[in-house]
């Protein structure tokens, strides 16, 4: 089974408009983090937000937010007033447990293109 | 910027050379993370360093190895090159202290490897 999953390979969003990536992940680790990096066209991987599982609230950065459904095992980003520089891939990861050392779980990737 | 850096940006080669990938972390992070993303195969982890040991391994082939140094930069060395290993290569680093599932990876800007 995977480990994340993004069912969205592409979405569209009208600048200033809020857009929610869709995210699931598949553990029976109690102990787990989170994490939405996103990814221009010029290639660099840029860390956006993070939450873990004993998180009581959503995090939110900025703009970004996580809308975190511990029982559903879903972890969807929201972007909110949309800008043409949010244009990007967006890659949802996890690690599982503490201490581990293992590596991160990545997703697919959403194609997110924002429409002047 | 992350603070992670990668050197070369790019780099050609042909079939059956050998390569030397390069990243230095960011300041104060002992861990060091190697991917490769390809359009085919998606980001996929390769190999963990935490301060100068390997940590954890991932879909590295035998014909990829890597090191970190005393000074914590890394170099991932690819022989035998194929036309199939052509991708980007990403480094990334954390604290890694623990590797806790709140360890945040930060990526540097790649190296887009062409083999020709």
């Known amino acids: 089974a995977q480990k994340i999953t993004q069912t969205q390979p592409g979405m569209f969003v009208q600048e200033k408009e809020a857009v929610t990536l869709d995210c699931t992940y598949d553990?029976?680790?109690?102990?787990?983090?989170l994490f939405w990096y996103k990814q221009p066209s010029s290639g660099e991987m840029i860390f956006l937000i993070y939450q873990g599982s004993y998180d009581q609230q959503n995090a939110t950065e900025g703009r970004y937010s996580l809308n975190f459904q511990k029982a559903r095992k879903s972890a969807n980003l929201v972007i909110s007033a949309s800008q043409l520089g949010d244009s990007a891939m967006y890659f949802c990861?996890?690690?599982?447990?503490?201490?581990?050392?293992?590596?991160?779980?990545f997703g697919t990737g959403t194609s997110l293109t924002v429409i002047p | 910027d992350s603070g992670v850096t990668q050197t070369p940006k790019h780099l050609i080669t042909a079939t059956g050379q050998r390569v030397t990938l390069r990243c230095s972390p960011r300041?104060?992070?002992?861990?060091v993370y190697w991917y490769q993303q390809s359009l085919d195969q998606g980001l996929q982890f390769l190999i963990q360093y935490y301060n100068g040991e390997e940590r954890a391994k991932g879909n590295i082939l035998e014909r990829f190895s890597a090191q970190q140094f005393p000074d914590l930069h890394s170099e991932l060395n690819l022989s035998s090159l194929e036309l199939g290993d052509s991708a980007l290569y990403f480094c990334?680093?954390?604290?890694?202290?623990?590797?806790?599932?709140?360890?945040?990876?930060?990526f540097g800007p790649g190296t887009r490897l062409t083999v020709l």
């Open positions: 300041s104060g992070d002992l861990s």
């Open positions: 990334a680093s954390s604290v890694g202290i623990d590797s806790r599932r709140t360890d945040t990876q930060y």
């Open positions: 990861a996890m690690r599982e447990g503490e201490n581990t050392g293992n590596q991160f779980y």
């Open positions: 553990t029976s680790d109690p102990s787990y983090g």
